[in-house]
T-cell receptor, first 111, second 114 residues
Framework: SQQGEEDPQALSIQEGENATMNCSYKTSINNLQWYRQNSGRGLVHLILIRSNEREKHSGRLRVTLDTSKKSSSLLITASRAADTASYFCATDVDSSYKLIFGSGTRLLVRP | DAMVIQNPRYQVTQFGKPVTLSCSQTLNHNVMYWYQQKSSQAPKLLFHYYDKDFNNEADTPDNFQSRRPNTSFCFLDIRSPGLGDAAMYLC?????????????FGPGTRLLVL
């Protein structure tokens, strides 16, 4: 079964704008990860946030986690055409190393 | 560069004709996973190996099998592909089976069933 729901399903922005994607999940977690998938390719890990962390940064990426609301957001600042991809959140399953992925947000950055 | 390799990138098979997808890794990771991803959907875990130990997901159809002859290689066998098995198949690895741990994905094999 699917753990995470992502919102919006699709997002189209102009280059230079910020993109925000949201992920909600159902059960308690130890960590949440974000992955990027370029069209027709595998997934690439972007960032991991632990359940005791509220915010994390990596370059142009900012991730927040609100465990009370069971939600996370991924912010990409100053977007570039190369950021065009699908973005998935993933949470651990039953405190194991397995991951369950959300439904994904398809981001289009227009030049 | 250390990486996860999947072959072939595209595979066409006929309805009911067995097919094998392969994955190899140079990362020397203990855990290897197989995911199925249908169009515009989330990757869905089929099964994984922790070292030689096979772990099947409860809802993975019996039609899907896997082999891991050594640390570097893992195979996905589809015994009798149906039209509904057309999808992208992703192989991934993680280092030791700890939590938390990131996963490293191959480029995927897109399977078409005619």
């Amino acid at each position: 079964s699917q753990q995470g729901e992502e919102d919006p399903q699709a997002l189209s922005i102009q280059e230079g704008e910020n993109a925000t994607m949201n992920c909600s999940y159902k059960t308690s977690i130890n960590n949440l990860q974000w992955y990027r998938q370029n069209s027709g390719r595998g997934l690439v890990h972007l960032i991991l946030i632990r359940s005791n962390e509220r915010e994390k940064h990596s370059g142009r990426l900012r991730v927040t986690l609100d465990t009370s609301k069971k939600s996370s957001s991924l912010l990409i600042t100053a977007s570039r055409a190369a950021d065009t991809a699908s973005y998935f959140c993933a949470t651990d399953v039953d405190s194991s190393y397995k991951l369950i992925f959300g439904s994904g947000t398809r981001l289009l950055v227009r030049p | 560069d250390a990486m996860v390799i999947q072959n072939p990138r595209y595979q066409v098979t006929q309805f009911g004709k067995p097919v094998t997808l392969s994955c190899s890794q140079t990362l020397n990771h203990n855990v290897m996973y197989w995911y199925q991803q249908k169009s515009s959907q989330a990757p869905k875990l089929l099964f994984h190996y922790y070292d030689k130990d096979f772990n099947n997901e409860a809802d993975t159809p019996d039609n899907f099998q896997s082999r891991r002859p050594n640390t570097s290689f893992c195979f996905l066998d589809i015994r009798s592909p149906g039209l509904g098995d057309a999808a992208m198949y992703l192989c991934a690895t993680s280092r030791q089976g700890f939590n938390p741990e990131t996963q490293y994905f191959g480029p995927g094999t897109r399977l078409l069933v005619l």
